[in-house]
């Protein structure tokens, strides 16, 4: 068996190499670096994946987040709800832009959004609510789309973890991301779809915001040399969207195996007292971009180095919560999250990816079950 690793983008590029290598050599043919067909046809492709209206491909997930906040036309210090426990990215736009980042409290199961949390968190200056679609599920969005409609807010969901989730809304199944009023996601490697660098995309099926998120995109202009309001510069490369192009097609494969691994994973830990397996929401699926158990009773750190000792990576994500982060602590001075604070201490991801054979899955979860009958039996 070769070394187990956390995300292997060596073997997954092996197996498709051909196909991506004679796009990435078409375009380098072509000479149209910026804005080549090849971006304009994967974004078309992915609107059709999401059956979203459009898509507006831009240079990281990061940039998505900040395009769609951009586009929503909010006032210095408005409110945006948002999760502590995520990426940075989430809460850095927010910061970034001079708005205020609201953290609500998250669920001990799912790890997204506690939904039952956010009404309480609603003022008069809130104006969007941003779930993030942690480790591969979405967060409860019918309640909140419920909650925005009521209160009149915006929704924005960050998917970045999340592209190909499948959400069951109001009777229906629609794609994470297509619900809110913009989804925003990254083409990040380790990404469910990921790129050979940076990239990333906002999808909407409202005209006027894809059309302002776009012109955002290009310097805030409409017409070259004509700028309406102050953009940025924020593209998806030729090069990346010709990768994107060719394996859009195989996302379901990946997430597919990504599942298996997971079942894998459940089989062997889910009757293990020390550790909970991730649960998973009622509605909507699991892409496992992340396979993240809790371990109990302070284990985490000794379990992480005895897999360590073993040839196993694993990862903490994420260390501490962003309310408790110096960055962001001026925006909620002593606020306590007791659910995300626990999580912080108790999260261990385990190695998954696209790759994965079962035998490996199987290694990593003995090793597990082998950690704790150690420890066990101690005296
Ligand atoms: C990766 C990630 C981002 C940022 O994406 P980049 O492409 O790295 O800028 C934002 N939010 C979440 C939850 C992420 O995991």
Do not use: W
């Amino acid at each position: 068996m070769s070394k187990i690793e956390m995300v292997d983008l060596r073997s997954q590029y092996h197996k498709y190499k051909g196909e991506i290598d004679a796009a990435v050599m078409q375009a380098m043919d072509d000479c149209q670096y910026i804005g080549g067909p090849e971006v304009g046809q994967f974004a078309s492709n992915l609107a059709d994946y999401l059956s979203v209206e459009h898509v507006i491909p831009c240079a990281n997930g990061t940039d998505a987040l900040q395009l769609a906040l951009m586009a929503l036309d909010l006032n210095p210090g408005d409110e945006v709800i948002t999760s502590p426990f995520t990426f940075v990215a989430t809460a850095e736009v927010i910061a970034l832009l001079g708005l205020k980042p609201v953290f609500v409290d998250v669920e001990i199961g799912t790890y997204n959004i506690d939904v039952s949390k956010i009404a309480d968190a609603i003022t008069e200056k809130t104006k969007v609510i941003l779930p993030v679609h942690l480790f591969g599920q979405a967060a409860s969005m019918e309640a909140i789309m419920n909650l925005a409609d009521e209160h009149g807010l915006y929704v924005v969901e960050d998917i970045a973890q999340s592209l190909g989730a499948e959400v069951y809304f109001k009777g229906d199944n629609r794609q994470a991301g297509t619900v809110g009023h913009i989804g925003c996601t990254s083409f990040f490697p380790s990404k469910n779809l990921g790129c050979f660098g940076d990239g990333g995309a906002c999808f909407t099926n409202n005209a006027g915001l894809a059309a302002k998120m776009k012109m955002i995109s290009s310097h805030g202009s409409r017409k070259r040399y004509f700028y309406d309001i102050t953009g940025i510069n924020s593209r998806l490369d030729t090069l990346q969207a010709a990768i994107l192009k060719v394996k859009l097609p195989y996302l379901k494969d990946f997430i597919r195996t990504r599942q298996n691994v997971a079942g894998i994973y459940d089989a062997l830990l889910m009757h293990l007292k020390d550790i909970s397996v991730p649960e998973r929401a009622v509605d909507s699926s699991h892409t496992f971009n992340q396979y993240t158990i809790r371990v109990k009773n302070g284990q985490r750190d000794a379990l992480k180095t005895y897999l360590q000792e073993n040839g196993i990576p694993s990862r903490i994500y994420y260390p501490l919560s962003l309310h408790q982060q110096k960055a962001f602590e001026a925006f909620c001075p002593g606020i306590l999250l007791p659910v995300a604070e626990q999580l912080c201490k108790e999260v261990l991801s385990l190695p998954i990816h696209t790759e994965m054979k079962k035998e490996e899955a199987e290694l990593v979860g003995k090793s597990i079950i082998a950690f704790f009958e150690k420890t066990k039996h101690k005296p």
